[in-house]
């Protein structure tokens, strides 16, 4: 250790001795003249290149990085419209609360999906009872929707998913209703075709 403090003074004390020598020394002039001697004559190793000209190098590789390129655009912009669907972050949520809970809407939502296949029925007989009815199960899930968007942002989201469930026990209860009601529709029309006939 102290053999190379007194090496390093040494240096120390030779650069600053010779400190003005260092500064005036510059490259002669023909030092690129000797450079340029020294190289090959041989041209042929060197081939001009146009300016603004790719160099294929490896081009079938160059083609599987383009294409690998392309994949990789797309994943990403996949995976940022799959990011910023608020329904994915919910149903996570709901799951995060209980797997009951997530059962429970699933179990409702396909129920609903079934009644309101059967309400559509009658379109084309009843538009404006069909009408009526969707009107009224739209406004509710305008409202399930809105909660379900509330759901990432609430502290409570235990309370906030039982709303929903509520919501979606409303709507089958309503759709039950609704089927009721026309199923005695089609009753009394029946019952007014049979009183005509006798007539």
Request: hydrophobic share 35%; no cysteine.
């Amino acid at each position: 250790m102290n053999q190379s403090k007194k090496a390093s003074n040494r240096l120390e004390r030779f650069v600053r001795d010779h400190r003005d020598e260092f500064e005036n020394l510059e490259p002669s002039l023909d030092l690129w003249e000797k450079l340029e001697a020294k190289l090959p004559n041989d041209t042929t190793l060197v081939q001009p290149v146009e300016k603004n000209t790719i160099i294929p190098f490896f081009p079938k590789i160059q083609r599987y990085w383009r294409v690998a390129a392309s994949v990789a655009v797309i994943i990403g912009a996949l995976g940022l419209w799959y990011a910023n669907q608020p329904s994915s972050n919910s149903d996570i949520i709901v799951s995060q609360v209980g797997d009951q809970y997530k059962q429970q809407m699933v179990h409702y939502a396909s129920l609903i999906e079934t009644k309101r296949d059967e309400i559509r029925q009658i379109a084309d007989n009843e538009p404006a009872l069909y009408q009526e009815f969707s009107s009224e199960i739209e406004r509710l899930n305008k409202d399930y929707q809105s909660l379900k968007a509330e759901l990432p942002q609430t502290p409570n989201q235990e309370e906030l998913v039982k709303a929903m469930i509520q919501n979606l026990q409303l709507q089958l209860d309503i759709l039950n209703q609704q089927l009721s009601i026309i199923q005695r529709v089609k009753e009394a029309k029946q019952g007014h075709g049979k009183s005509m006939q006798t007539i």
